[in-house]
């Protein structure tokens, strides 16, 4: 795998294992967060298992469980080989934190997930061994995988950080704005709709080995990293039922360094992917 994507998970790892050892996922780009207790929304934390409740978390570690719905409120993470089952969406509020890519885990979501303004949403991790290809390494567990499956859609409005590594989506993933100090990562997803990433800033930004079923749409993205080994946005051999679609990506755009890591497009591929398939 080319420089950029080792340099990325890299840095990922890193920053993830520093902050998870002072209990807290921090964002360096002036995110602070304070932690508090998880409960289950109406009750005193026991949940009723013949019908799922609301659950809030304001801080530490989500529990196994099947909820009617997930809120985010804090720096929240969810454990090593965590079942979660919600039959309702899941809440990322501004300012807070969703780490299920540092442990494998079993998530279902059947709404859709949400993350706000200043968020960072992160979801699945798998080894190399398990992917075929440089993969994103749990931090908890490296030879372990997650399965997460999102029937609905994933949407983020100006998120700080977003990861999906390895999970599947039945409808659209819709990325807008935001970026910040971490490495952005679209990777090894099962996408069923269209992927768009559109106007954030940020130090590196990945689309790899993906399978999106409809269109995946790239534009106003601007990578940061100054490193020679990150020359843009990288748009890596991924299957595009439809077009593929880059436009305003600074400095440019990568398909990787090695021959024939190119993408497969079912009708056009238009921009500065043009020459990616």
């Known amino acids: 795998m080319n420089r950029g994507v080792r340099q990325g998970g890299s840095r990922l790892k890193d920053l993830v294992m520093r902050r998870r050892v002072v209990g807290v996922l921090a964002v360096s780009a002036g995110l602070v967060l304070s932690a508090g207790p998880a409960m289950a929304a109406g009750s005193s934390g026991q949940q009723d298992a013949a019908r799922p409740m609301a659950y809030k978390c304001m801080g530490g570690e989500i529990p196994s469980g099947a909820y009617s719905s997930i809120t985010v409120a804090g720096p929240c993470s969810v454990g090593a080989d965590a079942m979660i089952r919600v039959t309702g969406s899941v809440t990322v509020r501004p300012g807070a934190v969703l780490d299920a890519q540092t442990a494998p885990s079993t998530i279902t979501v059947r709404g859709n997930v949400t993350a706000a303004p200043g968020s960072l949403l992160g979801l699945g991790c798998q080894s190399p061994a398990y992917t075929g290809n440089s993969g994103h390494?749990?931090?908890?567990?490296?030879?372990?995988?997650?399965?997460?499956?999102?029937?609905?859609?994933?949407?983020?409005?100006?998120?700080?950080?977003?990861?999906?590594?390895?999970?599947?989506?039945?409808?659209?993933?819709?990325?807008?704005?935001?970026?910040?100090?971490?490495?952005?990562?679209?990777?090894?997803?099962m996408i069923g709709g269209s992927l768009s990433v559109r106007g954030q800033t940020t130090s590196w930004l990945?689309?790899?080995?993906?399978?999106?079923?409809?269109?995946?749409?790239?534009?106003?993205?601007?990578?940061?990293?100054?490193?020679?080994?990150?020359?843009?946005?990288?748009?890596?051999?991924?299957?595009?039922?439809?077009?593929?679609?880059?436009?305003?990506?600074?400095?440019?755009?990568?398909?990787?360094?090695?021959?024939?890591?190119?993408?497969?497009?079912?009708?056009?591929?238009?921009?500065?992917?043009?020459?990616?398939?």
């Open 206 to 277: 990945g689309v790899l080995f993906n399978s999106i079923g409809k269109d995946a749409t790239l534009t106003q993205i601007v990578v940061v990293d100054v490193d020679p080994g990150a020359p843009g946005v990288y748009v890596v051999r991924n299957t595009v039922g439809r077009d593929l679609t880059c436009r305003k990506l600074s400095p440019g755009v990568s398909g990787g360094f090695v021959p024939g890591e190119v993408n497969v497009v079912g009708r056009h591929a238009t921009g500065q992917c043009a020459s990616l398939v």
């Open 137 to 189: 390494e749990c931090a908890v567990e490296p030879d372990g995988h997650s399965v997460i499956t999102v029937y609905g859609s994933i949407t983020a409005i100006q998120a700080n950080t977003v990861l999906l590594n390895g999970i599947t989506v039945k409808h659209n993933v819709t990325l807008t704005g935001g970026g910040g100090d971490i490495p952005w990562s679209i990777k090894n997803n």
